[in-house]
């Protein structure tokens, strides 16, 4: 049990539907994260929300929709994605504040959704 | 932009030690990890340095850092098959707490 869990783990969907990725995170954590991973590429970090607040969006595509409605929680909407958007999608969080130190910035990552797109 | 390289396949016989190495290109890195990505599942940290440490020793795992040539090395003694894994490295840098730059993972399989 990491404590961030997320569903669905494996998602297969066209390019006209709609879908929503969820995370949880039982840690007590008060940042969360959104990562992309593809084959034999770095994890990209999508999104980062810091008590529920949006603080950073690395230049994703608005077909990628987050919403984080308590720090608990966080949704990935997807919206008319590509067949290049398949990867795995990674949820994380993290204790801290705007600068930590120590172990606070550590980040538990949840197992991942596998997103194939047709 | 940050960039963090390691290479992408290492092989080892169940016994010998490891290492798997990276490197990274921003000076101002603070914190450098090592994470372990097991078959299905996410990430889990492994071990990290704080930027102003050499060298840091975690059981079986020995990481070294050689911060003049941006250099981080995971060593890990008496490989295991349950070591089998992506290993990847990733670094943050002083000015944001949340950014971490990921490599792009190490494939290491141990041999019987």
């Known amino acids: 049990e990491t404590g961030v869990t997320q569903t669905p783990r494996h998602l297969v969907m066209g390019m006209t539907n709609k879908k929503s990725l969820k995370c949880e995170q039982h840690?007590?954590?008060?940042?969360m994260y959104w990562y992309k991973q593809s084959a034999k590429k770095p994890l990209e970090l999508m999104f980062v929300?810091?008590?529920?607040?949006?603080?950073e969006n690395n230049s994703v595509p608005s077909r990628f929709s987050p919403e984080c409605p308590n720090s608990s929680h966080l949704f990935l909407h997807l919206h008319t994605l590509q067949p290049e958007d398949s990867a795995l999608y990674l949820c994380?969080?993290?204790?801290?504040?705007?600068?930590?130190?120590?172990?606070?910035?550590?980040?538990?990552f949840g197992p991942g959704t596998r997103l194939t797109v047709l | 932009g940050e960039d963090v390289e390691q290479s992408l396949f290492l092989s080892v016989r169940e016994g010998d030690s490891s290492v798997i190495n990276c490197t990274y290109t921003d000076s101002s890195s603070t914190y450098l990890y090592w994470y372990k990505q097991e078959p299905g599942a996410g990430l889990q940290l492994l071990t990290y340095?704080?930027?102003?440490?050499d060298m840091k020793q975690d059981q079986r795992l020995t990481v070294l850092l050689n911060k003049k040539d941006k250099h981080l090395s995971l060593r890990i003694a008496d490989t295991q098959t349950g070591d089998s894994a992506i290993y990847f490295c990733?670094?943050?840098?002083?000015?944001?707490?949340?950014?971490?730059?990921f490599g792009s993972g190490t494939q290491l399989t141990v041999l019987p």
């Open positions: 840690l007590g954590h008060n940042a």
């Open positions: 990733a670094e943050r840098d002083s000015g944001s707490a949340r950014q971490l730059t």
């Open positions: 929300y810091n008590f529920k607040e949006q603080t």
């Open positions: 340095i704080f930027s102003n440490m």
């Open positions: 994380a969080s993290s204790q801290g504040g705007a600068q930590t130190s120590g172990r606070e910035h550590e980040q538990f």
